[in-house]
């Protein structure tokens, strides 16, 4: 598998579908807009045919190692672009935890959240619903 391009300190969001470009475009809007107190997820955007119907768990080999680089990484596959909300799979670098899906409004705060340890992965699996989607703290 191709590597990810080394985003030093910066999450990648990672295109595995290339089947609806409105949507992905849509999603990027979504993942855009600040929340209501300013923040933005800091990430960097990988739009690759080459990673077109890569399975999501293969994608942490093709991450460059950098020990001072983000503990997370997300990626749009066709659920992510079909479902309301857009909801992104976040993928686990460092322990190699089970994904969970977080809704593009609110990949912010797993993003930074995350990359800084302020929050645990735990905490936002507990707040996702039944369906194992973070929709935000309530």
Do not use: H
Not at 35 to 43: C, I, K, P, T
């Amino acid at each position: 598998m191709k590597m990810l391009p080394d985003t030093w300190s910066v999450s990648p969001l990672v295109r595995l579908d290339f089947t609806d470009q409105a949507a992905w475009g849509r999603l990027l809007e979504a993942v855009g807009r600040a929340s209501e107190e300013g923040f933005l997820a800091n990430l960097s955007i990988v739009d690759d045919p080459a990673f077109d119907g890569a399975a999501p768990q293969l994608l942490r080999a093709a991450v460059v190692p950098n020990r001072f680089g983000p503990t997370v990484f997300f990626a749009a596959d066709r659920r992510s672009l079909a479902d309301r909300g857009y909801p992104v799979l976040v993928i686990d670098l460092m322990e190699g935890r089970p994904e969970f899906r977080c809704v593009a409004s609110e990949l912010w705060a797993v993003e930074s959240n995350l990359n800084i340890a302020n929050l645990d992965w735990e905490d936002f699996v507990r707040a996702s619903d039944a369906s194992g989607v973070f929709r935000g703290f309530a």
